[in-house]
C-alpha cells in the first residue's frame, strides 16, 4: 500500500439541508479534484435524500439528508499542492464556510504539514492538507 492509498473507503455526513451541502461541497472540494459522483432522490433506494463525492464513480464523501449532526465532525482531504488549498480555502469561504484556520504550514503535524480549515454551513470542521512544498507539483510525506 502507498501513502495515497486509503484504509477508510468513505464516510458520510447527515446534514439538514441537502442543496446547500451539495452546492458548498461542489465548489468546495473541486480544487483537490472531486465532484458529485452520485445525487439520488428521496425514496430512490430508501426514505432519505443522498449525495455522494468522489474521483470517477466512485464516492468517498456522502451526504445524507437526516437532519443536522450533532456532534459535528472533522474530515481532511488530501491536496495536490499548496495551490490547491488555497483554493480550497478560497472556494469554501465563497460558498457559504467560515474560516477555522487559514493556508499555512502546521509544524506541530509535521515540518510540511500545510493545511486550511473551514466550517460548513453545517458545522463540520473541513481540512485541505498537502505535503508538498511551495511549487511541487507532488504531495508525498516524508
Known amino acids: 500500500m502507498n501513502e495515497l492509498d486509503l484504509t477508510i473507503d468513505h464516510v458520510t455526513l447527515s446534514v439538514a439541508d441537502l442543496d446547500r451541502a451539495k452546492a458548498f461541497y461542489l465548489a ?3 480544487p483537490v479534484g472531486l465532484e458529485l459522483v452520485a445525487d439520488v432522490a428521496a425514496g430512490e433506494y430508501g426514505p432519505v ?3 455522494g463525492f468522489g474521483i470517477g464513480r466512485k ?3 456522502w451526504l445524507s439528508e437526516r437532519g443536522q ?3 459535528s465532525t472533522h474530515i481532511c482531504f488530501r491536496a495536490p499542492t499548496r495551490a490547491a488549498v488555497e483554493a480550497f480555502y478560497t472556494t469554501a469561504l465563497a460558498a ?3 474560516d477555522n484556520g487559514p493556508p499555512g504550514i502546521r509544524e506541530v503535524y509535521h515540518p510540511e504539514y500545510y493545511a486550511a480549515f473551514v466550517f460548513d454551513p453545517e ?3 473541513i481540512e485541505a492538507v498537502t505535503f508538498a512544498g511551495p511549487g511541487d507539483a507532488g504531495g508525498g510525506v516524508t
Open 69 to 71: 449532526q450533532t456532534p
Open 28 to 30: 468546495a472540494l473541486a
Open 123 to 125: 458545522g463540520h470542521n
Open 96 to 98: 457559504g464556510g467560515k
Open 49 to 51: 435524500a443522498f449525495a
Open 59 to 61: 464516492g468517498s464523501l
